[in-house]
């Protein structure tokens, strides 16, 4: 069954430091992967995607396949990337219809 | 806002209640999904419509059901409401309906049943 799994439910990290947060999926096809993100009290927003390749506000994420693995980074924390963090894999139900499957989210907190 | 929103924002009620969460989605867009957010669950798809039609469903409840109109807002209606369902409730809408679709998200209803 897909899958995704980020293991840590809450990061800390200085600002200027680097940031990584972690997401593994299980999928047996080429996946389509997204980070969302949700800062306080606002919608869920889309980061960045895979297929789009493009760093979003400084965050990267590179799919490893052979880790199956998703990881966003960014080099220098800003106390602005404070929030949380979503890693989601599109699931085609049927030709045309699709859900997203959410990893449990990881609440990231950057302190100055 | 040309985004997708959502109402009402906030939704207080009893057990046995029902209630309805509307969505309006993004200009143009024709797929709508509902989603659950629950601290011990996360993020849950319930269900899928596009362009009035009913296209996937997920892990949502038969107390629960969903619609989506000619305009193509779309209606959420939870009844018998329990503690439990009790939760964030997102719509999500997209262009069309297949997996490199970019899902955008409205604000949310937070139901509390008490």
Known sequence: ?112 | DSGVTQTPKHLITATGQRVTLRCSPRSGDLSVYWYQQSLDQGLQFLIQYYNGEERAKGNILERFSAQQFPDLHSELNLSSLELGDSALYFCASSVASGVEETQYFGPGTRLLVL
């Open chain 1, 1 to 112: 069954a897909q899958r995704v799994t980020q293991p840590e439910k809450l990061l800390s990290v200085f600002k200027g430091a680097p940031v990584e947060l972690k997401c593994n999926y299980s999928y047996s096809g080429s996946p389509e992967l997204f980070w969302y993100v949700q800062y306080s009290r606002q919608r869920l927003q889309l980061l960045l995607r895979h297929i789009s390749r493009e760093s979003i506000k400084g965050f990267t994420a590179d799919l490893n396949k052979g880790e199956t693995s998703f990881h966003l980074k960014k080099p220098f924390a800003q106390e602005e990337d404070s929030a949380m963090y979503y890693c989601a894999l599109p699931k085609d139900i049927i030709q045309g219809a699709q859900k997203l499957v959410f990893g449990q989210g990881t609440r990231l907190t950057i302190n100055p």
